[in-house]
């Protein structure tokens, strides 16, 4: 079973949540089916500073596309450690995005990996 990455982003992330797999706002919507994790590398954000991180989905196919996971960042993030968020398994219309809640708009870099 191969590993990919089919989205790499390195963005300012500013009040607009922001697509990790299309790499504008967001969000889209993504139907290539598959098992995908992301890794968010934080260490720009510094205290005062919230961030969201959202994963999207359609139950079924024919459903709305709603938000079904959300990790908040608060404040300054450990220089030395990166965020990988649990394992996905997708269908119908998902995607992944990234929004600044509070403070300063940020560089964040972001990999979304898929197994299968």
Same mark, same amino acid.
């Given at each position: ?16 949540? !922001?697509?990790? +797999?299309?790499?504008?706002? &967001?969000?889209?919507? @993504?139907?290539?089916?598959g098992i ?6 934080? @260490? ?9 991180? %959202? ?10 596309? %709603? ?7 608060? @404040?300054?993030? &450990?220089?030395?450690?990166? !965020?990988?968020?649990?394992?996905f398994i997708?269908?119908?219309? !998902?995607?992944?995005t990234l929004?600044?809640?509070? &403070?300063?708009? %940020?560089?964040? +870099?972001?990999?979304? %990996?898929?197994?299968?």
């Amino acid at each position: 079973m191969a590993i990919t990455e089919p989205f790499a982003v390195s963005e300012t992330i500013t009040t607009t949540e !922001w697509s990790l +797999t299309t790499d504008t706002a &967001g969000p889209d919507v @993504n139907t290539d089916d598959g098992i995908y994790q992301v890794f968010l590398d934080l @260490n720009a954000l510094a205290d005062g500073d919230v961030f969201a991180f %959202r994963a999207y989905e359609k139950v079924q196919s024919a459903d709305t596309q %709603r938000a079904f996971f959300r990790q908040d960042f608060t @404040n300054a993030q &450990g220089a030395d450690d990166d !965020w990988a968020s649990p394992s996905f398994i997708l269908l119908h219309g !998902w995607d992944f995005t990234l929004q600044k809640i509070t &403070g300063t708009d %940020r560089l964040i +870099t972001a990999s979304v %990996r898929k197994v299968a």
